[in-house]
C-alpha cells in the first residue's frame, strides 16, 4: 500500500547537519502524522520526533533540544528531518512511520553517523 523511503544520511563531523527525506509511494500522507524513529547498535528504536497531517504541529524528544525540526511538503509526499548541531550520540539508522487506517508503515532507515 503505502511505501516509504528514507534517505540523505551519510557521515558527518560534530556539529554539522544533515537534511533526511521520507517520501511516500504508492498513496498519500496527506492528512496523516508522520513520525521520526531512530535505533543505535544493541538499542530498542526510540522516538525522535513526529509531524501533524497538516504540518502544523511538531512534537519531539527531549534529547532534541531545539537541534531538529520535522517539516513536510503534501503535495510531494514528503517529510524532512533536519538535523543540526549533529552529536556522535546521534549515531544511528533513521525511519520515518506512518499510520493510517489500514496499518503501520516503516521505511528501510537511513544511516546517519557522526564522527570525526
Known amino acids: 500500500q503505502v511505501n516509504l523511503v528514507e534517505s540523505g544520511g551519510g557521515l558527518v563531523q560534530p556539529g554539522g547537519s544533515l537534511r533526511l527525506t521520507c517520501a511516500a509511494s504508492?498513496?498519500?500522507?496527506?492528512?496523516?502524522?508522520v513520525g521520526w524513529f531512530r535505533q543505535a547498535p544493541g538499542k530498542e528504536r526510540d522516538f525522535v520526533g513526529v509531524?501533524?497531517?497538516?504540518?502544523?504541529?511538531?512534537s519531539y524528544a527531549a534529547f532534541v533540544k531545539g537541534r531538529f525540526t520535522i517539516s513536510r511538503d503534501n503535495a510531494k509526499n514528503t517529510v524532512y528531518l533536519q538535523m543540526n548541531n549533529l552529536k556522535p550520540e546521534d549515531t544511528a539508522v533513521y525511519y520515518c512511520?506512518?499510520?493510517?487506517?489500514?496499518?503501520?508503515?516503516w521505511g528501510q532507515g537511513t544511516q546517519v553517523t557522526v564522527s570525526s
Open positions: 512511520n506512518v499510520i493510517d487506517p489500514y496499518g503501520t508503515y
Open positions: 504508492g498513496g498519500t500522507f496527506t492528512n496523516y502524522g
Open positions: 509531524i501533524s497531517g497538516s504540518g502544523m504541529t511538531t
